[in-house]
């Protein structure tokens, strides 16, 4: 979110710097591990439709200006149970939510059978009872392209950038914003807080509670045949079981990826700290994403562990973003976009918090991502 605010505050010739403690693109918070899921249908909630509408352009405008590939079509299935508890980001039957939005914004899209699912895609083995949502124009993204493409073109843009540099403080006042990091102090008009896992460290005190950070693993199985999962002929598959612990996700391998195939899960019942969180995937973890919940449901890969990352989730209560002015001071526009799909939206979401900072409005509909909601 921080690249995508660099990039636009640059291009719309804002004197900006951007600060991060680590050098991003980087392993160490929300946004590495290849590849994103993006699809145009949210069953999270209609409103961040024009979100990821938005978010595509702007990939195409990077891809054009770059030379560089962010997204790769590939289609997409989300596959469930027709049951209000088969929840998915805090939304339950989601093959029927996302369809209901893809109606009504009118997204190419079909529900298709659990025998249609397998005639198209024989390595996946789902129940009778399942179906999924299918979009054809969903893919995935690059994430780690996008934040380096962004930065790149932020900084031709003239931007500077300050990698290494931890923000311990600010301080906003009628006539300025002050931040303090453990190199120096920097004077602004205007602040955008977009901090990640470590967010609950940089907003008052009645909103850190609401944002729990939660562990998440990325698993690359060795596949049998690799060019089987390739974006042209494999979708990202969402599978959402009868419980919430049965949910995984398996993605398209793009060729120039690491040469296995991505495979994740969530969950939210354990919260840590970002700084002391265990970076190493353990043998249970490894052995629970192949043998319980993939291996019953997909064939093709082998229990041969090719590399693992830790990511973390930020979760609000209701599972959606923040987006919005600090409640003391309009200095400081704050985001925290997780709860593990923010990424589709990124794009977007920094040139939104670019126009609030810098003419103090957008045309987004941000009332759903108020962050007084999260003292109440
Ligand atoms: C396992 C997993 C799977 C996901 N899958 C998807 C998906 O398929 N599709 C999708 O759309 N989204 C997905 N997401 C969500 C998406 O990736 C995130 O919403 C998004 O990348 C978060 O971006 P961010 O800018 O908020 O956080 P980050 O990219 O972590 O950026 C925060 C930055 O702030 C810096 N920072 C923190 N504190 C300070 C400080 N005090 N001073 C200076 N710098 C600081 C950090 O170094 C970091 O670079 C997933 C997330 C995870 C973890």
């Known amino acids: 979110?921080?690249?995508?605010?660099?990039?636009?505050?640059?291009?719309?010739?804002?004197?900006?710097?951007?600060?991060?403690?680590?050098?991003?693109?980087?392993?160490?918070?929300?946004?590495?591990?290849?590849?994103?899921?993006?699809?145009?249908?949210?069953g999270e909630g209609e409103f961040y439709a024009p979100l990821v509408r938005r978010s595509d352009e702007i990939w195409r405008e990077l891809e054009a200006a770059s030379g560089q590939t962010l997204f790769h079509e590939s289609g997409g299935l989300?596959?469930?149970?027709?049951?209000?508890?088969?929840?998915?980001?805090?939304?339950?039957?989601?093959?029927?939510?996302?369809?209901?939005?893809?109606?009504?914004?009118?997204?190419?899209?079909?529900?298709?059978?659990?025998?249609?699912?397998?005639?198209r895609?024989?390595?996946?083995?789902?129940?009778a009872i399942d179906r999924a949502y299918y979009e054809p124009g969903a893919g995935?993204?690059?994430?780690?392209?996008?934040?380096?493409?962004?930065?790149?073109?932020?900084?031709?843009?003239?931007?500077?950038?300050?990698?290494?540099?931890?923000?311990?403080?600010?301080?906003?006042?009628?006539?300025?914003?002050?931040?303090?990091t453990n190199l120096g102090n920097y004077r602004a008009d205007k602040l955008i807080l977009s901090a990640g896992a470590w967010m609950a460290d940089l907003v008052p005190e009645a909103y850190r509670a609401a944002l729990r950070v939660?562990?998440?693993?990325?698993?690359?199985?060795?596949?049998?045949?690799?060019?089987?999962?390739?974006p042209k002929i494999f979708p990202w598959v969402i599978w959402i079981g009868d419980r919430l612990d049965e949910f995984w996700s398996a993605f398209p391998a793009p060729r120039d990826g690491p040469r296995g195939v991505?495979?994740?899960?969530?969950?939210?019942?354990?919260?840590?700290?970002?700084?002391?969180?265990?970076?190493?995937?353990?043998?249970?973890?490894?052995?629970?994403?192949?043998?319980?919940?993939?291996?019953?449901?997909l064939q093709g890969l082998r229990d041969n562990l090719i590399r693992a990352e830790v990511c973390l989730y930020t979760v609000t209560p209701d599972e959606h973003f923040v987006i919005d002015f600090h409640p003391d001071s309009e200095r400081v526009v704050l985001a925290s976009p997780c709860s593990g799909h923010g990424f589709k939206h990124s794009a977007?979401?920094?040139?939104?918090?670019?126009?609030?900072?810098?003419?103090?409005?957008?045309?987004?509909?941000?009332?759903?991502?108020?962050?007084?909601?999260?003292s109440e």
């Open 1 to 42: 979110m921080g690249s995508a605010a660099l990039y636009q505050a640059a291009k719309r010739g804002a004197k900006a710097l951007g600060i991060d403690r680590f050098d991003p693109p980087h392993t160490l918070g929300s946004s590495h591990g290849d590849t994103r899921i993006t699809r145009a249908s949210i």
């Open 78 to 119: 989300i596959i469930a149970p027709p049951s209000a508890d088969a929840t998915f980001h805090g939304a339950g039957d989601f093959v029927e939510a996302s369809a209901q939005v893809a109606e009504r914004h009118g997204i190419i899209h079909e529900v298709i059978s659990a025998e249609e699912i397998k005639r």
């Open 121 to 127: 895609h024989p390595m996946l083995k789902p129940r």
């Open 140 to 180: 995935v993204l690059r994430p780690e392209r996008c934040i380096a493409t962004q930065l790149e073109l932020a900084r031709q843009g003239g931007a500077a950038i300050h990698t290494g540099e931890q923000v311990i403080a600010y301080d906003a006042s009628a006539d300025g914003v002050t931040v303090t």
């Open 214 to 230: 939660c562990r998440q693993v990325f698993y690359w199985f060795e596949a049998e045949e690799l060019g089987a999962f390739d």
């Open 262 to 297: 991505k495979l994740v899960t969530e969950q939210y019942h354990t919260a840590t700290d970002p700084d002391a969180v265990g970076r190493e995937a353990t043998a249970e973890e490894c052995a629970d994403m192949y043998y319980r919940l993939t291996q019953p449901r």
């Open 348 to 374: 977007a979401i920094g040139e939104i918090l670019t126009q609030l900072a810098l003419n103090g409005e957008t045309e987004f509909e941000l009332s759903a991502f108020r962050l007084a909601r999260l």
